[in-house]
């Protein structure tokens, strides 16, 4: 804006309007320091309310069985580490680690000289990994090329079976209805049920399979069970096409429900490469021959084919160095092994090791393959982890891997070495855990006490605090105190005070945490009943108290924290339009100050020339005299 200081008149003209306008923007100023006062005000409210948000979040977490119920597990050997979940059972055992679990390592029969050694002449093995759960084992390929080999089984198969009408029951089985023929996969068997009377389906179908049971030539092949419908069911072991049985005669057959029940078992069907093969039996010996369309696959049946897909591969190794198959094997990935070249000081061996631990761990790959070695030998056999419990009968348990999950529900022990001394695992309450879990929520509610007094506090002979008769806060900051210190009937406890927390002389929590801790040891349940909504109608525990106090405060659209600091928000925002209309106000009336001023020495300019005007007339007229 154009300067007008003094043109005429010498007046500092753009001083006199800022101290003028300065007078005028005092009612905006203290609008200004209220609505920044306002905004440090909406602030803490929020601030406040996430802390208490924070507390409902602690006391809910906890008022959770899986927050409540936390376990502990404690072992006499480092070697026995115990993992205990939240929710699961305690208890104690001891037992001796046998042995831990091994993934199978296999080794080349000779060594080579260099790292670059060809030791695959052919340049490739035949590799597969994940086919013993489909049903197949000791695969060899041949003719296919380098690359991934699809393998499916896209049908499961299944055994043959007969299934009969619900039996009558109670039946009672004498000399009169005690025999039954059966043919399975085309051989006659008879079986006599012991004399007895039978309440239920599954009683006649136990008598079935006892009887089955006493004929050593039988027994492998069929087994008798009842379904949902109360129905005998004979089911094959072998399965596929080739599996059949039927009832063909016997005096219990009517009495039974199987006259005339017949069946034939499902043939598996495997995919390789897009070419199908139908397994009809599944207790064929002796390898069979899967067609691909690259090649051939000549594999051992394992048992049952059940559905799903293998990893097979025939592993190209570029020119067949020690080198290229170890850099080959462990970047391929999937494999199910992994390759390392040893120095032993007198050449290089290859050595195999499967990536999964167990009994049925192994190094699935046709070995013939590595053209520069006689054979490999076995350094480790897979072998699951065992632990025994001994007594008068004694038993053993194992696992794959040497953790043994849900050993006791919800409870996870692993073991790292064998032991020379029976270990003594221990699984109890963790209330250390619980402890601090109280220890957290006490701590989160002085913070938000010591906030919430501070910014309410009168402060006599200073500044009141930011929220100084603010209601909401007061109230919220009393309702979350009376919940932890209110008395509960449900609990013989009483109160907080008989589970380690107590009001300071300040108006704080204070929380004596062997106290707690000796209350749950002794008193556990009714500890519980304090803390925890006892089931009764209308009762609450101190944590459900917690958590309704914190939602009455935060809860969106209604909680008195959320509503307050709404409030603050909105009085802010009005603030702001009344802010900008004093600006409005403000550049209008300094407009017209500078105009009026520079009226002023527009006019005090042109009195100066009419004065000048008149001194030059008064000084050209004649003297008296002259």
Known sequence: MTSIDGLITGLDTTSIINQLMQLERQPQTRLLQRQATARAAETELREMRSDVQSIRTLAADLRLSSGWDRLTGTSSDESVTVTASSGGLTGTLQFDVIQTAAAETIYSNETVAALTDVVATAGSVFSYNGTSSLGFTDLTGTGFADGTIDFEVTQASAGATATGAAPTVPLTVDGSNDTLTLDVNGTSYSITLTHDTYDTAAEVAAAISN??????????????????????????????SAATVAVTGGTAAAALGLTGASGTGTDGIVVVDGVSTTVTDTT??????????????????????????????????GGGTLSEVVSTIN????????????????????????????????????????????GFTTLVAGRDAEIRLDGDNP?????????????????DVTVSAPTTAPVTIAVTEDNEAAADSIQEIVDAINGFLTRADTATAANPGADPGLLYGNSSVRRTRDAILFAVTAGVDASSL???????????????????????????????????????????????GILDRIVTAAEEATSIGSGRLWTEAEATKSRIEGWSDQIDAY????????????????????????????????????????????
Do not use: C, W
């Not at 992994?338 to 190094?363: F, I, K, P």
């Not at 043994?404 to 409870?411: A, I, K, S, T």
């Not at 002389?505 to 009714?526: C, N, P, Y």
């Not at 100066?608 to 004649?622: D, F, I, M, R, V």
């Open 211 to 240: 009887a089955i049971a006493g004929n050593t030539a039988l027994s492998p092949l069929v087994s008798a069970s009842a379904d949902e419908s109360d129905q005998i069911v004979l089911t094959t072991t072998g399965e596929g």
């Open 284 to 317: 064929a010996t002796g390898p069979i021959t899967l067609n691909g369309t690259g090649g051939t696959i000549e594999a051992t049946l394992a048992g049952p084919l059940r559905a799903g897909t293998a990893i097979v591969e025939q592993v190209g190794f």
């Open 331 to 374: 970047g391929a990935g999937g494999l199910g092994y992994q390759a390392v070249a040893l120095n032993t000081g007198n050449g290089y061996r290859l050595q195999l090791t499967a990536t999964e631990t167990g009994a049925d761990s192994s190094v699935d790959l046709d070995l013939a393959g590595f053209t520069g070695f006689t």
């Open 395 to 411: 038993y053993s348990i194992v696992s794959s891997s040497n953790t043994f999950e849900n050993l006791f529900p919800g409870v």
């Open 494 to 540: 009483g109160s907080a005070g008989f589970a380690g927390i107590t009001v300071t002389v300040e108006g704080k929590l204070e929380f004596d945490r062997d106290t707690f801790t000796q209350a749950s040891v002794s008193d556990r349940e009714d500890l519980e009943r304090l803390f925890l909504a006892p089931g009764g109608a209308g009762e609450e």
């Open 583 to 626: 600006e409005v106000r403000f550049e209008r009336r300094e407009a017209a100050l500078r105009r009026q001023y520079a009226a002023l020495e527009v006019a005090l300019g042109s009195l100066s020339e009419q004065q000048n005007y008149l001194a030059g007339q008064l000084a050209s007229l004649p003297t008296v005299g002259n």
